[in-house]
């Protein structure tokens, strides 16, 4: 099985076991979720028939270099909370592997 099927797998159990808690978008809102993840209420995934198209060939769409270099720094800043969040999956991964 494909590492995306388990995410998928995790997450569909998650939201389904009440006593996890796992934290749901307030009412008329919604959490982004990657393709891979199935569309329901709650969480949007990006349109299957809609094609992505990078802003590469549009200049006046890229960012200059002070907003690169910003944006840069913030990705560096971030690297902390993804690494919470992966500690957070994984527990949340194991307490559903234990309760089989």
Known sequence: MGRCCSYTRIFLEALRRENLHFPHPP??????VDAGYPQMKGYLGPNKDQEFKPYDDDEDKLPSDDEEENATQ??????????EMDKERDSIATLLMLRR
């Open 27 to 32: 009412r008329g809102k919604y959490y982004l």
């Open 74 to 83: 913030d990705v560096c800043e971030e690297r902390h909370p993804n690494l």
